[in-house]
């Protein structure tokens, strides 16, 4: 088998599963509607206002909610020392207030 | 020359092209294993960030209308409960609910979870719900202790009466709920105070006003908005943030590399190539339409396994890679897989990015060697 036909078909493979990716995501995005239905749903009843994703300092695990002043908020010396708190970008709502 | 022919021309280039490949094969594997492996990286930063931002705004569309946090020198604080009197007075707004929650640091699993009251708590006394990254941190189940020391000093027992569901845990993982009167009695808070107050407006386009009129009349306190709830998450990860910025630092120095290789022109070993094509007739056009494949193949074949691979990655993997980099040093890290979202746009974003700027610098220097003379460059 030529070379160009090898990868002519290799390209063909990669460009059908390129679309099955959109194919995917669609179907999983419809499939899981109801899910995030339920979850806002808990969100809504009680009353939550962040993500779970960082739980180890509380202003990444509720940034909405935390302190206007929380970069450096125990010293002015006192620098960032929670891997998360490099990750994420302060809320815009705290951003606006400095 | 017709589409047929024309056709045939391109698959007697493209057997050029991976021929000429073929015989550096060493250099163009490395090329393409790292190429694929930018394309990886930055495709999926973009497919989880994309897709947090898109969950969040979702789920979070359930969040309270407004928030009431009383500040002191800067810091929250408890909020007495009296306030929520002169907040119901304000026009538009139709309930006022003093919230309970705080931060529980378990010394025995090193964890920190989210203690709240709920509005209704169907269960008694001296029992909790628990979420599922508190069940699965403490190896809790239905009816098991899960031991929580007063801020007095004294251990308290609790039953554990409801495993929140899994499938929420992206924002239940770390909840424990209990009732009112054993929050109060764990943390010791007095019955006039609360964590915050949560209010109910009639018509979301007051919001702003609700807010400035609270900010007027109760000047120590801060209200949030259910809309800068929502747009937290819009700008959590953006490319200020650490992660981003690392990614993207590592990629832009990586192609500085692949174009700058590329660009300071080509090997004595393909320049002599070049000129011995043109020595047995290549037109010019030929010699860059061979180099164009060259390109293509290197930068098609990485750009959609790098695409293909990092929505795998992200969205069958629970992008495991960026587990240990989200998690830092918490205990509880929610196990949870986000809803694929994938648009024309990010691809669009991502092919110019990287398959585009390596084309390009692929054809200059292979069309500044094919318009000179063969007899001079395979001398050179």
């Known amino acids: ?98 | 020359m017709t589409i047929s022919r024309w056709i045939q021309k391109q698959r007697y280039l493209i057997e050029m092209t991976l021929s000429s490949l073929l015989r550096r094969k060493g250099k163009y594997t490395a090329l393409i294993v790292v190429y694929t492996s930018i394309v990886f990286l930055l495709a999926s930063v973009m497919f989880f960030t994309e897709a947090l931002e898109r969950e969040a705004r979702t789920v979070l569309s359930g969040a309270p209308d407004i928030v009431v946090q009383k500040l002191v020198a800067g810091r929250h604080d408890l909020i007495p409960t009296a306030y929520a009197e002169t907040i119901r007075e304000i026009r538009g707004v139709t309930a006022v609910r003093p919230a309970l929650w705080g931060y529980y640091f378990d010394p025995v699993f090193g964890a920190n979870y989210t203690v709240m009251v709920p509005e209704v708590f169907e269960h008694g006394p001296g029992e909790v719900a628990v979420g599922p990254g508190v069940a699965k941190a403490t190896g809790s189940e239905i009816d098991y202790i899960l031991p929580i020391w007063t801020s007095k000093g004294k251990l308290t027992s609790f039953f554990v009466k409801e495993l929140l569901a899994s499938e929420s845990q992206l924002v239940s993982a770390d909840l424990i709920l209990m009732s009112e009167a054993d929050f109060r009695a764990v943390f010791d808070i007095p019955e006039h105070l609360a964590t915050n107050l949560v209010l109910e407006v009639r018509n979301p386009r007051e919001l702003p006003v609700i807010a400035a009129k609270i900010s007027d009349q109760l000047p120590d306190t801060r209200p949030i908005l259910r809309t800068e709830v929502q747009r937290t998450y819009d700008s959590v990860f953006s490319w200020r943030s650490g992660l981003v910025v690392a990614v993207l630092i590592g990629s832009v120095l990586a192609f500085i590399i692949f174009a700058w290789d590329r660009a300071s022109g080509l090997s004595a070993e393909e320049r002599r190539e070049i000129g011995i094509l043109k020595a047995i007739g290549w037109e010019t056009s030929d010699v860059i339409q061979m180099k164009f494949w060259e390109g293509t193949v290197v930068s098609l074949t990485s750009f959609l396994v790098g695409v293909l691979g990092a929505y795998a990655h992200v969205f069958l993997t629970s992008s495991t890679l960026f587990e240990p980099v989200l998690k830092g040093w918490a205990v509880i890290y929610p196990e949870f897989r986000l809803v694929p979202f994938v648009d024309a746009y990010q691809i669009a974003v991502l092919f110019f990015l990287t398959v585009v700027p390596y084309t390009v610098s692929t054809i200059v220097p292979s069309w500044r060697a094919a318009t000179i003379d063969p007899d001079a460059v395979m001398r050179a």
């Open chain 1, 1 to 98: 088998m030529k070379r160009s036909n090898v990868y002519l078909a290799f390209l063909t493979a990669a460009l059908v599963l390129f679309g099955a990716m959109f194919v995917h995501a669609a179907v999983i995005r419809r499939r899981s509607a109801p899910r995030l239905e339920r979850t806002t749903e808990m969100v809504r009843r009680l009353d939550l206002t962040d993500l779970c994703l960082f739980t180890e300092a509380r202003y990444t695990r509720h940034p909405v909610m935390a302190d206007v002043n929380s970069l450096f908020q125990d010293s002015p010396l006192s620098l960032e020392h929670y891997p998360t708190g490099s990750l994420m970008a302060p809320p815009d709502h705290l951003e606006g207030r400095r």
